[in-house]
């Protein structure tokens, strides 16, 4: 038996546990042009060319490669040539085969002349120039003539245009397939096959251990379980970017092909996918269709939604695998990990200090040029913030919103940061240090003060 010859790249996709949905699903090759198997009905097409069944969720590839996409639509059309050609020339036949008999049992007719016969009957012949008739019904059908002394390429031309082709109506009727749980008929098996898969009830047995939420199958478990590890093993070829799932990985490459087709009419800017453009227009129409069943804020996007449940919910999905923190969002957790390396690649070009991240050191550069971005919309007030964090705080301030509560007492705080020194009372964590005296504090204010004791009385002790 022939074996199908394989790449060694894809070899380790299709051995992984979980089956790789890198590689394509009829050729398996790990080519990057590649398309969803359920996208322009691809699925029903190969179901209806093989004996493959294909359902979303099955644990096997559910992407196609441009190649094997050209193959199908050519299968496909072929297929559909064929079965329309023999259906053709088997109505053909037996058209001429209800001719050969009414002759027969018309030979008493006279030869030059003549007669109609009922119905759709077919009439005589003789050796020269034989012609098919048919008669004339109350429903108007003009009279129509067959000659089988024609090419069969033209004889068929013409079956096709009368009245007969009601036989093919009739056959291609008598030879559907009912669906047995609805109204719906199809002409092929496969057909039916293809939607009698809908109806398919399938068990989730695939539970999440952390959140408790089920999958179908295996491999949608494992992409799942990323959310809460913050694993990204799939990386970009490019930028070596991680991504945890391939779809986002698909996504991501769209940005270095630079294909954006889709443009703002209001402001020409360009984007890669039409989701994006359909967020960016709100920026213009200051629309916010995202609301919060909770306190009524509304947000733009549906992510941005669930982040801001989440201060309400207090749940935090992301995990760190090295310490014991939990955190709300990917991205929060993905700057955390950093602390853990250590690494701080982003450094000042003004005083040489580094920074985790380029907001870290945005923000950092501020403290240099004094810049305040983030001005206060609220009226009446003017005051201006060097990041955005700042400005929700002061704006919480005007409102008198306070989510972040304390677990212990339950006193409410305006941001993260309030608690977190809050929660320092409770836990008899002094972190602020008196350089002079060695004196410890769990407030940073409590510190503030006692350095004035410093400031006023040098030389005398120190009095807490």
Do not use: W
């Not at 580094?354 to 240099?368: F, K, P, Q």
Request: glycine content about 4%; charged content about 25%.
């Amino acid at each position: 038996m022939d074996l199908l010859v394989i790449n060694n790249t894809a070899f380790q996709l299709i051995t992984e546990e979980p089956i790789s949905q890198l590689v394509c699903r009829t050729c398996l090759s790990d080519n990057s042009n590649m398309e969803s198997i359920f996208n322009l009905n691809l699925d029903k097409m190969l179901m209806y060319c093989t004996s493959l069944e294909i359902y979303q969720g099955d644990g096997l590839p559910s992407q196609i490669c441009s190649n094997c996409i050209t193959q199908i639509n050519q299968a496909y059309l072929f297929k559909q040539q064929a079965e329309n050609s023999d259906n053709t020339l088997r109505q053909y036949l037996c058209l001429y085969k209800n001719t050969s008999q009414e002759t027969s049992t018309e030979t008493s007719l006279n030869k030059d002349t003549t007669e109609y016969l009922p119905n759709e009957k077919l009439a005589t012949k003789d050796n020269t120039n034989l012609q098919v008739y048919q008669t004339q019904q109350n429903d108007n059908d003009s009279l129509v003539r067959i000659s089988v002394n024609e090419p069969i390429s033209e004889s068929i031309d013409t079956f096709k245009a009368t009245k007969s082709s009601k036989i093919l109506k009739t056959r291609k009727k008598e030879n559907t397939y009912n669906c047995p749980s609805c109204s719906k008929s199809f002409s092929t098996k496969c057909n039916l096959k293809a939607h009698k898969c809908s109806y398919k009830v399938r068990e989730r047995r695939h539970k999440c251990c952390r959140c408790d939420k089920k999958f179908y199958a295996l491999n949608e478990l494992t992409i799942h379980m990323r959310k809460h590890t913050g694993e990204k093993p799939l990386k970009c070829n490019t930028c070596e970017k991680g991504f945890a799932d391939p779809r986002s990985l698909a996504k991501h490459n769209k940005i270095h092909i630079g294909d954006k087709k889709f443009e703002c009419d209001v402001c020409q800017k360009k984007f890669i996918h039409s989701y994006t453009l359909t967020a960016h227009r709100r920026v213009h129409t200051g629309e916010k269709p995202f609301v919060c069943s909770m306190c009524g804020h509304s947000y733009t996007t549906s992510t941005q939604l669930t982040l801001h449940t989440r201060t309400h919910t207090q749940e935090k999905p992301y995990a760190c695998s090295v310490c014991s923190k939990a955190f709300a969002s990917g991205s929060g957790l993905a700057t955390h990990q950093i602390t853990h390396t250590g690494v701080r690649k982003y450094v000042c070009s003004i005083c040489g200090k580094g920074s985790r991240t380029s907001t870290d050191l945005a923000a950092h550069v501020r403290t240099h040029t004094g810049e305040k971005p983030f001005e206060c919309r609220i009226p009446n007030c003017t005051k201006r913030y060097k990041t955005h964090s700042q400005l929700s705080a002061h704006i919480r301030a005007h409102t008198g919103e306070k989510r972040h509560c304390c677990p212990t007492c339950n006193k409410a705080f305006a941001d993260s940061t309030q608690l977190k020194t809050h929660m320092n009372i409770h836990t008899g964590n002094k972190p602020y240090i008196c350089s002079i005296c060695g004196y410890r504090f769990t407030q940073s204010g409590s510190l503030y003060t006692h350095m004035k004791v410093h400031k006023n009385a040098p030389s005398e002790e120190c009095v807490v």
